[in-house]
């Protein structure tokens, strides 16, 4: 039974599927995860303002695309680092900015993620299992809203994916130098959202401390060797950042003291796992607490608030690690089979332990990480059980996957239980049908097995690309269960949320600030209006003390000297900006007693040049 689940030679047990059929399949797969990604993909206008606006002034300064900066003019970064903005904003440098440019990178991203999951996966156990783990990472709701949406958490799981080939490649010949690309891939993978990209390194490196066809000896070797491959990846940046003389950066946004390694050892780093975040921040009740991962617990990936985003597949998943663990429990060390579960195994355990117990700042999309893992997974426990289904226990494991990814994708469905019931029941009487003829030994049932399997995500996938998201905390879904709350950050605050496509700058507005010729054409006290004024009006504009409101950029000292040396059009008040930190007082007091006020919409605006 053992030798069923041993992927040393993954096509021993039947004939190698031809390429003529495999090939066009992946072509398949791939153009419908690119229409799933792109499709009407402008119908969420800006998606998230603050990280297009970064995109924009990326666009605009070369300083700013370096540092993610939030304004061309250089006062202050977005709190996350920049890696995801240096794709974003070559991209707009190339084909203009525009909605689509801010969006679509990460749309790209995802085919790429789905491309390389497949081919992770056919290394080790064939192309049918490939094909299954794309096709499940595609349709995985949070999948679908991060992969349509700019946030970080694209190009995070792209190279997250890349270091899992990296190492599987690693395995085949213990070769360092595969394991030291991984360890690149996930150093930059640190660029895009800092130590969230650590949570893969422990199954990174057991398979391969496990399965490396080499010495004990070497094997460390190799992982020092991959480790220094990782701090010298993520630390130039750091390293850069804190050299670079601070008056001719902008001031690193989020951090208690101007400094990246700082956020990412607080705010980016520990403060997410173990609580105190930024100053302000709160975490409410009800739905605001849906939009923050809902309670801690080890059930919080099932709850109301991760559970429709991540989990549809997570049980089917469990029970097919283990099962696939057992049955390989006696094969060689260097079993490929029994290597790619305990990589993916632990890659699901360590993300979802993590996202499952953290008390600090958490939000549902978190979950896109463990997204991947999950895919592999069902995948590789699928096409070997489908393989071993000969023998009666490895049969009823098949099943009893196939009955968990059904019923708890009805019962997912049933928590919308308005939103098309025909699918849910569909769902059901499929698994019951299937798992059945699992059990019994019926023939050419592996299609509908799959389907089966996937017919849930993919039904709640398809309502997710087809619902507009905006804002900061976006959820998946259709739309009458998708729209969170209005306040977050970034990724994560107290801020009032405006609207993503700009909408609140008003035309007069945007109409005043496109006639100033200073380096900005306003400064607000909030980095969320700031970003929807600069969007409207194409300049740059000031989001004083950064996402929070309380960080010290600009000082009142540095703002009244921009104000003598008129580089600042307007100060504007109003409006929905109040950010948790309150913003900074002493600026909007100095200049209500010194300049005098007009009204233009909803705005108090003051003419400082």
Same mark, same amino acid.
């Given at each position: ?388 289904? /000969?023998?009666?226990?490895?049969? +009823? #494991? &098949? @099943?009893?996957?196939? %009955?968990?990814? !059904?019923?708890? *994708? ?116 909030? /980095?969320?209006?700031?970003?929807? +004024? #600069? &969007? @409207?009006?194409?300049? %740059?504009?000031? !989001?004083?003390? *950064? ?63």
């Amino acid at each position: 039974m053992t030798a069923t689940l041993t992927a040393t030679s993954p096509h021993a047990a039947e004939p190698r599927p031809s390429r003529n059929w495999t090939t066009p399949a992946l072509v398949v797969l791939l153009a419908g995860t690119a229409a799933l990604y792109l499709w009407n993909i402008t119908d969420s206008g800006w998606g998230n303002s603050y990280y297009s606006a970064a995109t924009q002034a990326g666009a605009q300064s070369w300083t700013a695309w370096l540092f993610g900066g939030l304004d061309a003019g250089g006062v202050i970064t977005v709190d996350k680092p920049p890696a995801a903005l240096w794709v974003s904003g070559l991209f707009a440098r190339v084909f203009g900015f525009s909605g689509w440019t801010a969006l679509a990178p990460q749309a790209i991203e995802g085919v790429l993620a789905v491309w390389l999951l497949y081919a992770t996966v056919k290394r080790t156990s064939g192309p049918v299992a490939g094909l299954l783990a794309g096709a499940a990472l595609a349709v995985t709701p949070v999948a679908v809203l991060m992969f349509r949406f700019n946030l970080p958490d694209a190009l995070l799981v792209l190279l997250m994916v890349a270091g899992a080939y990296c190492t599987v490649r690693a395995l085949e010949k213990a070769s360092w130098k595969w394991l030291a690309l991984a360890g690149v891939a996930v150093g930059f993978a640190f660029l895009a959202k800092m130590g969230q990209a650590f949570q893969v390194l422990p199954a990174f490196a057991v398979a391969y401390l496990v399965a490396a066809p080499t010495t004990l000896a070497k094997r460390f070797l190799h992982l020092l060797g991959a480790g220094l491959a990782v701090v010298v990846s993520a630390g130039w940046f750091i390293a850069l950042v804190e050299l670079w003389p601070k008056g001719s950066r902008p001031y690193i946004g989020g951090s208690a003291n101007d400094s990246l390694w700082q956020l990412a050892m607080s705010y980016n780093g520990l403060g997410r796992i173990f609580g105190g975040g930024r100053r302000g921040m709160t975490v409410g009740d009800g739905n605001a607490n849906l939009a923050f991962g809902g309670d801690a617990g080890i059930g919080r990936l099932f709850g109301a608030s991760m559970g429709a985003e991540v989990s549809w597949l997570l049980p089917a998943a469990i029970i097919g690690v283990l099962a696939g663990l057992w049955f390989t429990r006696r094969a060689p060390r260097t079993d490929r089979t029994r290597a790619a579960l305990l990589l993916w195994g632990l890659w699901v355990l360590v993300n979802g332990l993590v996202f499952s117990l953290m008390s600090g700042i958490t939000h549902p999309y978190y979950t896109v990480a463990v997204a991947p893992g999950v895919a592999a997974i069902v995948a590789i426990a699928g096409r070997e059980m489908w393989r071993g289904r /000969a023998h009666l226990p490895v049969r +009823l #494991s &098949l @099943a009893v996957m196939v %009955a968990a990814a !059904g019923f708890w *994708g009805f019962a997912l469905l049933d928590r919308v239980s308005e939103w098309l019931p025909a699918i849910r029941w569909t769902v059901l009487a499929l698994t019951v049908l299937v798992a059945t003829a699992i059990v019994m030994g019926v023939k050419r049932t592996a299609a509908i097995t799959a389907v089966t399997a996937l017919l849930s995500s993919a039904a709640f996938a398809v309502a997710t690309a087809a619902t507009p998201h905006g804002g900061s905390i976006p959820m998946s879904g259709p739309a009458e269960v998708s729209a969170g709350p209005s306040d977050g950050g970034s990724d994560g605050g107290g801020q009032v949320q405006l609207s993503g496509d700009g909408s609140n700058a008003s035309p007069e507005m945007a109409a005043l600030l496109k006639e100033t010729t200073g380096t900005w054409a306003a400064a607000v006290v909030s /980095a969320q209006a700031a970003s929807d +004024l #600069s &969007l @409207a009006s194409g300049k %740059a504009v000031i !989001g004083i003390g *950064g996402w929070s409101g309380g960080d010290p950029a600009p000082t009142l000292e540095e703002f009244q000297q921009y104000v003598r040396d008129g580089r600042i059009g307007y100060f504007v008040s109003g409006g929905r900006m109040a950010g948790p930190g309150g913003g900074n007082s002493d600026i909007a007091a100095w200049v209500a007693d010194n300049f005098e006020a007009t009204t233009v919409g909803d705005w108090t605006v003051y003419r400082l040049s």
